[in-house]
């Protein structure tokens, strides 16, 4: 009977110890995160500003879209979520001006994975005006509408902002998230650190953890 209590003790102690170490470490600053050197301002208040940067023609930001917008809806009021679509090359303006044009015109998370999926599955690379404009006629939107939304003032402004942006925030990869304006993580550094992240589901599923510690941490920081 003593050897039974003994075994059992020792059972549970082990049982202990396994649930501990399979249990995520807390992320750390400069590993799975970064502190930007130059927090920013945010405007959502009591909720937790959340940006990510991204492009339409990367693939790693098309792979990381369902998984992002799942987290994204699962945090519903914590967070205030906004995109900012990079600048790159001359042929790739044409997406950019694509996004904020969707951005304004309150299209862009319902058409987000409409434009993802026309560069990516349908081959369509959406960089001259005129595949812009017919892609959003396609897609059931007022063309004129549009075209004027396209080439107005504010979109340019957005992406003299976009460009700021980047140079404010300190990106210089994507698909990069910053959270509170003070914090910076992505799939890639989230996923080097784990060390045993080695897909890229696996490395997306390591920064959706990240992202879930940062915005408590942000949360908490606010109170």
């Known amino acids: 009977m003593q050897f039974l209590k003994k075994f059992l003790s020792a059972l549970?102690?082990?049982?202990?110890?396994i649930g501990v170490s399979a249990s995520p470490a807390?992320?750390?600053e400069g590993a799975e995160y970064v502190?930007?050197?130059?927090?920013?301002?945010?405007?959502?208040?009591?909720?937790?500003?959340?940006?990510?940067f991204f492009a339409y023609w990367c693939p790693h930001c098309y792979s990381f879209e369902p998984a992002l917008s799942a987290w994204v809806k699962k945090q519903g009021d914590n967070i205030v979520f906004k995109r900012v679509h990079v600048p790159f090359r001359e042929d790739t303006v044409p997406q950019q001006k694509l996004f904020f044009t969707l951005e304004a015109m309150g299209l862009a998370?319902?058409?987000?994975?409409?434009?993802?999926?026309a560069y990516h599955v349908e081959r369509n690379r959406l960089n001259r005006d005129e595949a812009v404009f017919e892609w959003a006629a396609k897609n059931g939107i007022d063309k004129q509408k549009f075209i004027d939304t396209y080439r107005s003032f504010g979109v340019t402004g957005k992406l003299r902002r976009a460009n700021a942006m980047m140079d404010l925030y300190k990106v210089e990869y994507w698909p990069?998230?910053?959270?509170?304006?003070?914090?910076?993580?992505?799939?890639h550094q989230a996923g080097a650190a784990a060390g045993n992240a080695n897909t890229e589901p696996?490395?997306?599923?390591?920064?959706?953890?990240?992202?879930?510690?940062?915005?408590a941490k942000a949360k908490a920081e606010k109170k």
């Open 12 to 17: 549970a102690l082990l049982s202990f110890a």
């Open 26 to 28: 807390t992320p750390k």
């Open 35 to 52: 502190v930007l050197p130059s927090p920013q301002p945010t405007d959502s208040g009591k909720k937790i500003e959340v940006i990510e």
């Open 109 to 117: 998370e319902k058409l987000q994975s409409k434009v993802f999926d």
């Open 176 to 187: 990069v998230v910053i959270v509170d304006g003070r914090y910076q993580t992505s799939p």
């Open 202 to 215: 696996e490395q997306q599923q390591a920064a959706i953890e990240v992202l879930d510690y940062l915005v």
